[in-house]
Protein backbone atom coordinates (compact mmCIF):
# COMPACT_ATOMS: atom_id res chain seq x y z
CA UNK A 1 0.00 0.00 0.00
CA UNK A 2 2.82 2.46 -1.04
CA UNK A 3 1.65 5.73 -2.00
CA UNK A 4 -0.62 6.45 0.78
CA UNK A 5 -0.87 6.20 4.46
CA UNK A 6 -2.66 3.86 6.36
CA UNK A 7 -5.47 5.33 8.70
CA UNK A 8 -4.12 5.15 12.52
CA UNK A 9 -5.38 2.16 13.84
CA UNK A 10 -4.19 2.42 17.63
CA UNK A 11 -4.30 -1.42 17.75
CA UNK A 12 -2.86 -2.26 14.33
CA UNK A 13 0.22 -0.27 14.74
CA UNK A 14 0.72 -0.83 18.68
CA UNK A 15 -0.35 -4.16 19.40
CA UNK A 16 -0.91 -6.41 16.17
CA UNK A 17 3.01 -7.35 15.37
CA UNK A 18 3.57 -8.09 19.06
CA UNK A 19 0.55 -10.43 18.75
CA UNK A 20 1.77 -11.72 15.40
CA UNK A 21 5.49 -12.04 15.93
CA UNK A 22 6.81 -11.00 19.42
CA UNK A 23 9.89 -12.52 18.91
CA UNK A 24 10.80 -11.13 15.34
CA UNK A 25 9.82 -7.36 16.60
CA UNK A 26 11.65 -7.81 19.76
CA UNK A 27 14.70 -8.33 18.03
CA UNK A 28 14.49 -5.38 16.01
CA UNK A 29 13.34 -3.42 19.09
CA UNK A 30 16.30 -4.72 20.86
CA UNK A 31 18.71 -4.17 18.05
CA UNK A 32 17.44 -0.42 17.45
CA UNK A 33 18.01 0.10 21.03
CA UNK A 34 21.65 -1.40 20.98
CA UNK A 35 22.36 0.66 17.99
CA UNK A 36 20.94 3.75 18.94
CA UNK A 37 22.68 3.41 22.74
CA UNK A 38 25.98 2.93 21.44
CA UNK A 39 25.92 5.56 19.10
CA UNK A 40 24.61 7.93 21.84
CA UNK A 41 27.06 6.92 24.06
CA UNK A 42 30.02 8.17 22.14
CA UNK A 43 28.23 10.63 20.62
CA UNK A 44 27.56 12.62 24.25
CA UNK A 45 31.34 13.23 23.99
CA UNK A 46 30.87 14.35 20.17
CA UNK A 47 28.51 16.84 21.22
CA UNK A 48 30.29 18.17 24.37
CA UNK A 49 33.88 18.21 22.74
CA UNK A 50 32.26 20.26 19.77
CA UNK A 51 33.13 17.54 17.14
CA UNK A 52 29.92 16.71 15.63
CA UNK A 53 30.91 17.02 12.38
CA UNK A 54 33.64 14.73 13.13
CA UNK A 55 31.71 12.07 14.09
CA UNK A 56 29.95 12.54 10.41
CA UNK A 57 33.19 12.42 8.94
CA UNK A 58 34.16 9.31 10.26
CA UNK A 59 30.60 7.73 9.31
CA UNK A 60 31.09 8.03 5.92
CA UNK A 61 35.14 7.55 5.49
CA UNK A 62 35.02 4.15 7.14
CA UNK A 63 33.47 3.11 3.80
CA UNK A 64 37.08 2.67 2.15
CA UNK A 65 38.14 0.88 5.14
CA UNK A 66 35.47 -1.78 5.32
CA UNK A 67 35.03 -2.22 1.24
CA UNK A 68 39.62 -3.39 1.54
CA UNK A 69 39.02 -5.23 4.32
CA UNK A 70 36.42 -6.88 2.47
CA UNK A 71 38.74 -7.06 -0.23
CA UNK A 72 41.52 -8.04 1.26
CA UNK A 73 39.43 -11.13 3.46
CA UNK A 74 36.96 -12.48 1.09
CA UNK A 75 35.27 -11.85 5.10
CA UNK A 76 32.08 -9.90 6.40
CA UNK A 77 33.12 -11.07 9.62
CA UNK A 78 32.63 -8.12 12.43
CA UNK A 79 35.95 -8.84 13.70
CA UNK A 80 37.35 -7.71 10.58
CA UNK A 81 35.38 -4.94 9.14
CA UNK A 82 36.45 -3.29 12.66
CA UNK A 83 39.35 -3.34 12.11
CA UNK A 84 39.16 -2.03 8.71
CA UNK A 85 36.65 0.64 10.14
CA UNK A 86 39.19 1.56 12.84
CA UNK A 87 42.10 1.50 10.30
CA UNK A 88 39.71 4.20 8.42
CA UNK A 89 39.26 5.92 11.77
CA UNK A 90 42.67 6.47 12.26
CA UNK A 91 43.39 7.49 8.98
CA UNK A 92 40.97 10.45 8.76
CA UNK A 93 41.95 11.44 12.31
CA UNK A 94 45.31 11.51 11.22
CA UNK A 95 44.64 13.72 7.84
CA UNK A 96 42.08 15.95 9.48
CA UNK A 97 44.68 16.77 12.57
CA UNK A 98 47.66 17.59 10.19
CA UNK A 99 45.84 18.82 7.02
CA UNK A 100 44.68 21.15 9.94
CA UNK A 101 47.76 21.62 12.02
CA UNK A 102 50.30 21.95 9.20
CA UNK A 103 48.48 24.55 6.79
CA UNK A 104 46.48 27.56 7.13
CA UNK A 105 43.15 25.52 6.51
CA UNK A 106 40.82 25.55 9.25
CA UNK A 107 39.65 22.18 11.22
CA UNK A 108 36.00 22.63 9.17
CA UNK A 109 37.46 22.41 6.18
CA UNK A 110 40.12 19.70 6.53
CA UNK A 111 37.58 17.77 7.86
CA UNK A 112 35.18 18.49 4.77
CA UNK A 113 38.07 17.55 2.40
CA UNK A 114 38.82 14.64 4.39
CA UNK A 115 35.65 12.46 4.77
CA UNK A 116 34.58 13.31 1.06
CA UNK A 117 37.70 11.95 -0.35
CA UNK A 118 38.21 8.80 1.63
CA UNK A 119 34.16 8.55 0.90
CA UNK A 120 34.37 8.72 -2.74
CA UNK A 121 37.69 6.11 -2.82
CA UNK A 122 35.53 3.49 -0.88
CA UNK A 123 32.55 4.67 -3.54
CA UNK A 124 35.57 4.02 -6.25
CA UNK A 125 36.31 0.31 -4.93
CA UNK A 126 32.36 -0.89 -4.63
CA UNK A 127 32.11 0.01 -8.28
CA UNK A 128 35.24 -0.95 -9.58
CA UNK A 129 35.03 -4.58 -7.31
CA UNK A 130 31.59 -4.53 -7.84
CA UNK A 131 31.68 -8.41 -8.69
CA UNK A 132 34.19 -8.87 -6.25
CA UNK A 133 32.57 -6.67 -3.37
CA UNK A 134 29.14 -7.44 -1.50
CA UNK A 135 28.19 -4.25 -0.04
CA UNK A 136 25.14 -2.60 -1.45
CA UNK A 137 25.99 1.09 -2.01
CA UNK A 138 22.32 1.34 -0.87
CA UNK A 139 22.54 -0.64 2.20
CA UNK A 140 25.73 1.42 3.20
CA UNK A 141 23.96 4.74 2.59
CA UNK A 142 20.61 4.11 3.95
CA UNK A 143 20.78 0.57 5.96
CA UNK A 144 17.49 -1.47 6.60
CA UNK A 145 17.66 -2.39 10.05
CA UNK A 146 14.64 -5.08 8.76
CA UNK A 147 16.89 -6.75 6.27
CA UNK A 148 19.03 -7.81 8.99
CA UNK A 149 19.19 -11.78 9.12
CA UNK A 150 17.85 -12.42 12.42
CA UNK A 151 17.60 -16.16 11.99
CA UNK A 152 21.51 -16.99 12.63
CA UNK A 153 21.70 -17.69 16.36
CA UNK A 154 24.69 -17.30 18.13
CA UNK A 155 25.65 -19.95 20.45
CA UNK A 156 26.72 -19.85 24.11
CA UNK A 157 26.97 -23.39 25.92
CA UNK A 158 25.40 -24.93 23.30
CA UNK A 159 22.39 -22.91 24.27
CA UNK A 160 21.32 -20.73 20.98
CA UNK A 161 21.39 -16.37 22.99
CA UNK A 162 21.30 -13.98 20.28
CA UNK A 163 20.97 -13.35 16.38
CA UNK A 164 24.27 -12.66 15.77
CA UNK A 165 23.58 -9.49 14.30
CA UNK A 166 22.21 -8.31 17.89
CA UNK A 167 24.75 -10.58 19.51
CA UNK A 168 27.58 -8.46 18.19
CA UNK A 169 25.78 -4.82 18.54
CA UNK A 170 25.17 -5.52 22.35
CA UNK A 171 29.10 -6.80 22.52
CA UNK A 172 29.91 -3.18 21.26
CA UNK A 173 27.44 -1.97 23.22
CA UNK A 174 29.16 -3.35 26.09
CA UNK A 175 32.64 -2.49 24.99
CA UNK A 176 31.48 1.50 24.60
CA UNK A 177 30.12 1.26 27.90
CA UNK A 178 32.40 -0.34 29.75
CA UNK A 179 35.13 2.31 28.28
CA UNK A 180 33.59 5.20 29.11
CA UNK A 181 33.22 3.53 32.84
CA UNK A 182 36.50 2.73 32.62
CA UNK A 183 38.17 6.39 31.82
CA UNK A 184 35.32 8.28 33.24
CA UNK A 185 37.60 10.85 35.11
CA UNK A 186 39.74 11.06 32.03
CA UNK A 187 37.44 11.66 29.43
CA UNK A 188 34.98 14.19 31.95
CA UNK A 189 38.27 16.38 32.69
CA UNK A 190 39.61 16.08 29.08
CA UNK A 191 36.18 17.49 27.55
CA UNK A 192 35.52 20.12 30.23
CA UNK A 193 38.80 21.64 30.57
CA UNK A 194 41.64 19.75 28.07
CA UNK A 195 44.67 22.20 29.45
CA UNK A 196 44.11 21.00 33.15
CA UNK A 197 43.90 17.11 31.47
CA UNK A 198 47.43 18.16 29.88
CA UNK A 199 48.77 19.09 33.32
CA UNK A 200 47.67 16.35 35.04
CA UNK A 201 49.52 13.86 32.26
CA UNK A 202 46.07 12.81 30.56
CA UNK A 203 47.81 12.48 26.56
CA UNK A 204 45.25 14.55 25.10
CA UNK A 205 46.02 13.24 21.39
CA UNK A 206 45.65 9.48 22.61
CA UNK A 207 42.07 10.30 23.86
CA UNK A 208 41.29 11.91 20.63
CA UNK A 209 42.45 8.99 18.81
CA UNK A 210 41.13 6.30 21.16
CA UNK A 211 38.00 7.66 21.31
CA UNK A 212 37.89 7.79 17.32
CA UNK A 213 38.95 4.13 17.27
CA UNK A 214 35.28 3.39 19.75
CA UNK A 215 33.63 5.92 17.12
CA UNK A 216 34.34 3.94 14.01
CA UNK A 217 33.64 0.57 15.69
CA UNK A 218 30.09 1.82 16.81
CA UNK A 219 30.22 3.48 13.31
CA UNK A 220 30.73 -0.03 11.17
CA UNK A 221 28.39 -1.88 13.53
CA UNK A 222 25.40 0.35 13.04
CA UNK A 223 25.89 0.69 9.16
CA UNK A 224 23.63 -2.34 8.27
CA UNK A 225 21.20 -1.10 10.25
CA UNK A 226 20.76 2.92 9.64
CA UNK A 227 23.39 3.61 7.58
CA UNK A 228 25.99 5.95 7.10
CA UNK A 229 23.93 8.84 6.71
CA UNK A 230 21.08 8.20 9.00
CA UNK A 231 24.28 7.46 11.80
CA UNK A 232 24.92 10.69 12.10
CA UNK A 233 22.13 11.66 13.70
CA UNK A 234 21.64 8.38 16.02
CA UNK A 235 25.62 10.36 17.45
CA UNK A 236 24.38 13.65 18.18
CA UNK A 237 20.54 13.46 18.96
CA UNK A 238 20.41 11.22 22.24
CA UNK A 239 23.34 13.63 23.40
CA UNK A 240 21.63 16.68 22.67
CA UNK A 241 18.41 15.70 23.93
CA UNK A 242 19.88 14.54 27.22
CA UNK A 243 21.55 18.34 27.31
CA UNK A 244 18.67 20.41 26.81
CA UNK A 245 17.26 18.61 29.98
CA UNK A 246 19.56 18.22 32.62
CA UNK A 247 22.69 19.80 34.31
CA UNK A 248 24.51 16.74 35.04
CA UNK A 249 26.89 14.56 32.86
CA UNK A 250 25.95 11.44 34.36
CA UNK A 251 22.51 12.16 34.66
CA UNK A 252 23.17 13.13 30.84
CA UNK A 253 24.23 9.39 30.06
CA UNK A 254 21.02 8.04 31.74
CA UNK A 255 18.88 10.18 30.14
CA UNK A 256 20.81 8.86 26.56
CA UNK A 257 19.83 5.31 27.58
CA UNK A 258 16.27 6.58 28.53
CA UNK A 259 16.43 8.61 24.97
CA UNK A 260 17.62 5.49 22.97
CA UNK A 261 14.90 3.20 24.00
CA UNK A 262 11.63 5.72 23.37
CA UNK A 263 12.95 6.11 19.94
CA UNK A 264 13.45 2.63 19.28
CA UNK A 265 10.00 1.58 20.44
CA UNK A 266 8.63 4.81 19.03
CA UNK A 267 10.55 4.45 15.17
CA UNK A 268 9.46 1.10 15.46
CA UNK A 269 5.57 1.39 15.39
CA UNK A 270 6.21 4.45 13.30
CA UNK A 271 7.99 2.34 11.10
CA UNK A 272 5.08 0.05 11.14
CA UNK A 273 2.29 2.57 10.58
CA UNK A 274 3.74 4.28 7.72
CA UNK A 275 5.01 1.37 5.87
CA UNK A 276 8.00 3.48 5.47
CA UNK A 277 12.17 2.41 6.22
CA UNK A 278 12.58 1.45 9.66
CA UNK A 279 15.82 3.42 10.19
CA UNK A 280 14.65 6.30 8.95
CA UNK A 281 11.52 6.38 11.68
CA UNK A 282 13.57 5.63 14.21
CA UNK A 283 15.46 9.03 13.40
CA UNK A 284 12.53 10.97 13.33
CA UNK A 285 10.92 9.69 16.28
CA UNK A 286 14.99 10.73 17.84
CA UNK A 287 14.06 13.80 16.93
CA UNK A 288 10.74 14.29 18.22
CA UNK A 289 11.64 13.87 21.79
CA UNK A 290 14.37 16.68 21.02
CA UNK A 291 11.58 18.80 19.85
CA UNK A 292 9.91 17.64 22.58
CA UNK A 293 12.56 18.52 25.32
CA UNK A 294 13.80 22.10 23.28
CA UNK A 295 10.18 23.22 24.19
CA UNK A 296 9.17 21.45 27.19
CA UNK A 297 12.74 20.92 29.09
CA UNK A 298 11.83 22.06 32.96
CA UNK A 299 14.91 24.18 32.91
CA UNK A 300 16.04 25.74 29.67
CA UNK A 301 12.80 24.86 27.45
CA UNK A 302 11.45 27.82 25.30
CA UNK A 303 8.05 27.41 26.99
CA UNK A 304 9.75 27.72 30.23
CA UNK A 305 11.78 30.91 28.70
CA UNK A 306 8.87 31.98 27.49
CA UNK A 307 6.29 31.62 30.79
CA UNK A 308 9.37 33.51 32.57
CA UNK A 309 9.02 36.43 30.52
CA UNK A 310 5.39 36.81 30.85
CA UNK A 311 5.73 36.35 34.38
CA UNK A 312 8.41 39.25 34.71
CA UNK A 313 6.52 41.30 32.60
CA UNK A 314 3.24 40.76 34.90
CA UNK A 315 5.44 41.57 37.50
CA UNK A 316 6.61 44.75 35.96
CA UNK A 317 3.68 45.70 35.27
CA UNK A 318 1.92 44.83 39.30
CA UNK A 319 4.64 46.83 40.51
CA UNK A 320 4.45 50.10 37.77
CA UNK A 321 0.52 50.12 38.38
CA UNK A 322 0.44 48.97 41.94
CA UNK A 323 2.53 52.10 43.06
CA UNK A 324 1.63 55.01 41.60
CA UNK A 325 4.46 57.61 41.22
CA UNK B 1 65.55 15.03 46.82
CA UNK B 2 68.21 17.42 47.48
CA UNK B 3 66.91 20.52 49.17
CA UNK B 4 68.62 23.23 47.13
CA UNK B 5 66.92 22.57 44.20
CA UNK B 6 64.90 25.27 43.58
CA UNK B 7 60.89 24.59 42.69
CA UNK B 8 61.07 25.82 39.34
CA UNK B 9 63.99 26.09 36.77
CA UNK B 10 64.05 26.78 33.28
CA UNK B 11 67.27 26.34 30.66
CA UNK B 12 67.26 27.63 27.49
CA UNK B 13 64.04 27.28 26.50
CA UNK B 14 62.47 27.81 22.97
CA UNK B 15 59.26 27.88 22.20
CA UNK B 16 58.03 27.80 18.19
CA UNK B 17 54.77 27.86 17.05
CA UNK B 18 54.41 26.96 12.97
CA UNK B 19 58.39 27.37 13.17
CA UNK B 20 58.14 30.67 14.12
CA UNK B 21 59.77 31.01 17.67
CA UNK B 22 57.71 32.42 20.29
CA UNK B 23 59.94 32.66 23.38
CA UNK B 24 63.63 32.34 22.77
CA UNK B 25 65.94 30.89 25.34
CA UNK B 26 64.32 31.56 28.30
CA UNK B 27 66.65 31.00 31.90
CA UNK B 28 65.14 30.83 35.30
CA UNK B 29 65.60 29.57 38.28
CA UNK B 30 62.50 30.77 40.96
CA UNK B 31 63.43 30.09 44.66
CA UNK B 32 60.86 29.06 46.98
CA UNK B 33 58.30 30.73 48.53
CA UNK B 34 57.35 33.55 46.00
CA UNK B 35 54.81 35.27 44.71
CA UNK B 36 55.83 35.69 41.32
CA UNK B 37 54.11 38.74 38.70
CA UNK B 38 54.65 38.11 34.58
CA UNK B 39 54.07 41.06 32.73
CA UNK B 40 54.41 41.65 28.83
CA UNK B 41 52.62 43.00 26.16
CA UNK B 42 50.03 41.27 24.36
CA UNK B 43 52.02 38.46 22.27
CA UNK B 44 54.90 38.05 24.38
CA UNK B 45 54.41 34.64 25.27
CA UNK B 46 52.92 34.52 28.86
CA UNK B 47 50.25 32.15 28.62
CA UNK B 48 52.94 30.29 25.79
CA UNK B 49 55.75 30.22 29.03
CA UNK B 50 52.88 28.52 31.33
CA UNK B 51 51.94 26.22 29.09
CA UNK B 52 55.39 25.33 27.93
CA UNK B 53 56.34 24.65 31.53
CA UNK B 54 53.53 22.23 31.88
CA UNK B 55 54.78 20.08 29.30
CA UNK B 56 51.63 21.31 26.98
CA UNK B 57 53.35 22.01 24.43
CA UNK B 58 57.01 20.73 23.00
CA UNK B 59 60.11 22.77 23.18
CA UNK B 60 62.38 23.79 20.54
CA UNK B 61 65.21 24.02 22.81
CA UNK B 62 65.92 23.75 27.03
CA UNK B 63 64.40 21.93 29.70
CA UNK B 64 61.92 22.44 32.59
CA UNK B 65 62.81 21.04 36.41
CA UNK B 66 60.61 21.55 39.31
CA UNK B 67 62.92 20.50 42.42
CA UNK B 68 65.42 19.29 40.25
CA UNK B 69 63.05 16.71 38.36
CA UNK B 70 61.63 16.80 34.95
CA UNK B 71 57.73 17.73 34.32
CA UNK B 72 56.57 14.07 34.03
CA UNK B 73 58.11 12.84 37.29
CA UNK B 74 56.62 15.83 39.41
CA UNK B 75 53.29 16.85 37.72
CA UNK B 76 51.49 16.38 40.91
CA UNK B 77 53.37 18.46 42.96
CA UNK B 78 52.53 21.45 40.26
CA UNK B 79 48.54 23.42 40.04
CA UNK B 80 47.42 24.83 37.11
CA UNK B 81 44.86 27.52 36.90
CA UNK B 82 44.13 28.00 33.28
CA UNK B 83 42.57 31.01 31.46
CA UNK B 84 38.70 31.34 32.46
CA UNK B 85 37.69 31.67 28.95
CA UNK B 86 39.73 28.86 28.29
CA UNK B 87 36.57 26.46 29.13
CA UNK B 88 33.04 25.87 28.46
CA UNK B 89 31.02 27.32 31.41
CA UNK B 90 28.05 25.62 29.57
CA UNK B 91 29.50 21.91 30.14
CA UNK B 92 27.32 20.02 32.33
CA UNK B 93 29.20 19.51 35.62
CA UNK B 94 28.54 21.47 39.30
CA UNK B 95 30.98 23.65 41.09
CA UNK B 96 31.54 19.98 43.51
CA UNK B 97 32.63 18.33 40.29
CA UNK B 98 35.32 21.03 39.04
CA UNK B 99 36.97 20.75 42.00
CA UNK B 100 37.15 17.14 42.40
CA UNK B 101 38.77 17.32 39.13
CA UNK B 102 42.04 19.09 40.78
CA UNK B 103 41.76 15.65 42.77
CA UNK B 104 42.20 13.76 39.38
CA UNK B 105 45.90 13.52 39.42
CA UNK B 106 46.24 12.10 43.36
CA UNK B 107 44.50 8.80 42.78
CA UNK B 108 44.64 6.16 40.51
CA UNK B 109 43.04 6.91 36.77
CA UNK B 110 40.02 4.34 37.22
CA UNK B 111 39.45 4.73 41.14
CA UNK B 112 36.38 6.96 41.56
CA UNK B 113 37.02 10.10 44.11
CA UNK B 114 37.31 9.04 47.85
CA UNK B 115 35.21 10.60 50.83
CA UNK B 116 38.66 12.08 51.56
CA UNK B 117 38.82 13.68 48.11
CA UNK B 118 35.42 15.12 48.64
CA UNK B 119 36.40 16.22 51.57
CA UNK B 120 39.25 17.68 50.45
CA UNK B 121 37.44 19.62 47.62
CA UNK B 122 34.79 21.16 49.81
CA UNK B 123 37.88 22.27 52.34
CA UNK B 124 39.39 24.41 49.31
CA UNK B 125 35.49 25.43 48.03
CA UNK B 126 35.01 26.64 51.66
CA UNK B 127 38.39 28.76 51.91
CA UNK B 128 37.45 30.70 48.29
CA UNK B 129 33.66 31.19 50.04
CA UNK B 130 32.02 29.14 47.21
CA UNK B 131 30.94 26.20 49.66
CA UNK B 132 27.49 27.07 49.63
CA UNK B 133 27.27 27.06 45.69
CA UNK B 134 29.04 23.39 45.88
CA UNK B 135 26.07 21.70 44.23
CA UNK B 136 25.33 25.07 41.55
CA UNK B 137 25.57 24.49 37.94
CA UNK B 138 28.66 26.38 36.70
CA UNK B 139 26.60 27.83 33.85
CA UNK B 140 25.41 30.14 37.18
CA UNK B 141 27.99 31.49 38.04
CA UNK B 142 29.55 35.48 37.74
CA UNK B 143 33.23 35.35 35.96
CA UNK B 144 34.10 36.09 39.68
CA UNK B 145 32.42 33.27 41.23
CA UNK B 146 33.52 30.94 38.22
CA UNK B 147 37.24 31.96 38.85
CA UNK B 148 36.68 31.52 42.62
CA UNK B 149 35.85 27.64 41.94
CA UNK B 150 38.82 27.44 39.44
CA UNK B 151 41.26 28.50 41.99
CA UNK B 152 39.42 26.35 44.91
CA UNK B 153 40.16 23.41 42.04
CA UNK B 154 43.71 24.48 42.18
CA UNK B 155 44.05 24.48 46.02
CA UNK B 156 42.75 20.64 45.73
CA UNK B 157 45.57 19.87 43.87
CA UNK B 158 47.76 20.33 46.74
CA UNK B 159 50.54 21.31 44.51
CA UNK B 160 53.84 22.86 45.71
CA UNK B 161 53.98 24.90 42.57
CA UNK B 162 51.36 27.04 40.84
CA UNK B 163 50.45 28.02 37.70
CA UNK B 164 47.78 30.49 37.17
CA UNK B 165 46.94 32.55 33.65
CA UNK B 166 45.33 35.67 34.17
CA UNK B 167 43.11 34.86 37.36
CA UNK B 168 42.47 38.31 37.74
CA UNK B 169 40.81 39.20 34.31
CA UNK B 170 36.94 39.62 34.69
CA UNK B 171 36.71 39.37 38.17
CA UNK B 172 34.52 41.65 41.01
CA UNK B 173 36.70 43.92 43.15
CA UNK B 174 35.61 41.32 46.60
CA UNK B 175 37.01 38.41 44.75
CA UNK B 176 40.43 39.98 43.20
CA UNK B 177 40.90 41.14 47.53
CA UNK B 178 40.37 37.47 48.33
CA UNK B 179 42.27 35.91 45.56
CA UNK B 180 45.20 38.11 46.35
CA UNK B 181 44.77 37.12 50.04
CA UNK B 182 44.84 33.21 49.46
CA UNK B 183 47.90 33.69 47.35
CA UNK B 184 49.70 35.19 49.98
CA UNK B 185 49.20 32.86 52.57
CA UNK B 186 50.03 29.72 50.34
CA UNK B 187 53.44 32.15 49.92
CA UNK B 188 53.75 32.06 53.62
CA UNK B 189 52.83 28.13 53.48
CA UNK B 190 56.29 28.01 51.24
CA UNK B 191 54.81 27.86 48.20
CA UNK B 192 55.74 28.84 44.88
CA UNK B 193 53.19 30.69 42.51
CA UNK B 194 53.69 32.01 39.07
CA UNK B 195 50.39 34.34 37.90
CA UNK B 196 50.68 36.21 34.25
CA UNK B 197 48.91 39.26 34.89
CA UNK B 198 47.42 42.02 32.94
CA UNK B 199 47.43 45.21 34.93
CA UNK B 200 50.76 47.03 35.70
CA UNK B 201 50.00 49.32 38.55
CA UNK B 202 48.78 45.96 40.68
CA UNK B 203 51.10 44.08 39.69
CA UNK B 204 53.37 46.21 41.47
CA UNK B 205 51.33 45.71 44.62
CA UNK B 206 50.92 42.16 44.41
CA UNK B 207 53.95 40.58 43.45
CA UNK B 208 57.38 39.96 45.29
CA UNK B 209 58.86 39.43 42.26
CA UNK B 210 58.33 40.25 38.73
CA UNK B 211 59.16 38.44 35.01
CA UNK B 212 59.27 40.98 32.63
CA UNK B 213 58.50 39.19 29.16
CA UNK B 214 58.58 39.91 25.93
CA UNK B 215 59.58 36.69 23.86
CA UNK B 216 63.05 36.50 25.70
CA UNK B 217 63.58 37.59 29.47
CA UNK B 218 64.01 41.45 29.75
CA UNK B 219 63.97 41.27 33.55
CA UNK B 220 63.57 39.06 37.12
CA UNK B 221 63.64 39.81 40.21
CA UNK B 222 62.41 41.41 43.28
CA UNK B 223 59.47 43.78 42.19
CA UNK B 224 61.16 46.95 43.72
CA UNK B 225 64.42 46.62 41.44
CA UNK B 226 62.65 45.45 38.27
CA UNK B 227 59.57 47.77 38.18
CA UNK B 228 61.36 50.38 36.88
CA UNK B 229 60.74 52.74 33.66
CA UNK B 230 63.54 51.98 31.54
CA UNK B 231 63.09 48.01 31.90
CA UNK B 232 59.31 48.71 31.65
CA UNK B 233 60.19 50.83 28.74
CA UNK B 234 62.19 48.16 27.14
CA UNK B 235 59.76 45.12 28.01
CA UNK B 236 56.82 47.20 26.01
CA UNK B 237 58.50 48.76 23.01
CA UNK B 238 56.98 51.33 21.48
CA UNK B 239 53.57 50.70 22.24
CA UNK B 240 52.59 54.29 23.49
CA UNK B 241 49.76 54.23 25.40
CA UNK B 242 51.15 51.35 27.38
CA UNK B 243 54.20 53.58 28.23
CA UNK B 244 52.24 56.60 29.48
CA UNK B 245 50.51 54.58 31.77
CA UNK B 246 54.10 52.96 32.72
CA UNK B 247 55.36 56.88 32.93
CA UNK B 248 52.61 57.43 34.97
CA UNK B 249 53.01 54.73 37.53
CA UNK B 250 56.56 55.24 37.96
CA UNK B 251 55.97 58.84 38.66
CA UNK B 252 53.12 58.28 41.10
CA UNK B 253 56.01 55.24 42.81
CA UNK B 254 58.69 58.02 42.76
CA UNK B 255 56.48 60.59 44.42
CA UNK B 256 55.62 58.13 47.33
Known amino acids: ?325 | MNPSNPPLEIHDMTVAYHKRPVLYGIDLVVPGGKLVGVVGPNGAGKTTLIKACLGLLPLSSGWVKYFGQAYRESKSRVGYVPQRESVDWDFPVNVSDVVLMGRYGKTSLFMRPTREDRAIARECLDKVKMLPYADRQISNLSGGQQQRVFLARALAQESDVYFMDEPFSGVDAATETAIIELLHELRDQGKTIIVVHHDLPTAKEYFDMLLLLNMRVVAFGDTEEVFTSELLQRTYGGRLTILSEVVDVVKQQEER
Not at chain 1, 201 to 214: A, L, P, W
Open chain 1, 1 to 325: MKGSIASLDLSAFLLQPWQDDPAGYGWIVLMAFLVTLSCGLIGNYLVLRRMSLVGDAISHSVLPGIAVAFLVSHSRDPWIMSIGAIAAGVLTTFLIENIHGRSRIKQDAAIGITFTTLFAIGVIIITVFAGKVDLDQECVLYGEITFIPFFDYVSLFGRPIAPQPVFVMALVTLITAGLIMLFYKVLLVSSFDSGLAGSLGFNQRMVHYGMMCVLSVVVVSAFESVGAILVIAMLILPGVTAYLITYRFPIMLVLTVVHALLSAFIGLHLGIWLECSMAGSIVVAGSLLFVLAWIFSPSQGLLRRVLYRFRWRENAETQAGGSPA
